[in-house]
Nanobody, 127 residues
């Protein structure tokens, strides 16, 4: 059974940094792409960043985090990271890791192509 396990969340002051990690238990689960989403209190889950391993590869970011967050990973180790710098109180949310094993017609910035999800890790940014 595929499992995604996130770590690295916590409490940080505004302007600080955190690094999230996500490890997938099965390589096939994350063969095509992995991503990060978040859900803030009272809001729907939203896209944060994604990395596509297949083909030429590529990274994708939500406009709200572009220039502050960096997604990276090691496909051989089924691991993806999210380096978060210059954190703001509005970044407070539960952050979820997701894995997509194969190409679908759904864009990576949407939830629909991701088959596997982690339990989430809380990130709290104080002002």
């Amino acid at each position: 059974q595929v499992q995604l396990v996130e770590s690295g969340g916590g409490l940080v002051q505004a302007g600080g940094s955190l690094r999230l990690s996500c490890a997938a238990s099965g390589r096939a689960a994350s063969r095509y792409a992995m991503g990060w989403f978040r859900r803030a209190p009272g809001k729907e889950r939203e896209f944060v960043a994604a990395i596509r391993w297949s083909g030429a590869g590529g990274t994708y970011y939500a406009d709200s985090v572009k220039g502050r967050f960096t997604i990276s990973g090691d496909n051989a180790r089924n691991t993806v990271y999210l380096q978060m710098n210059s954190l703001k109180p509005e970044d407070t949310a539960v952050y979820y890791c997701a894995a997509q094993p194969f190409y679908t017609s759904s864009p990576l910035v949407t939830e629909y192509g991701y088959n596997y999800w982690g339990q989430g890790t809380q990130v709290t940014v104080s002002s």
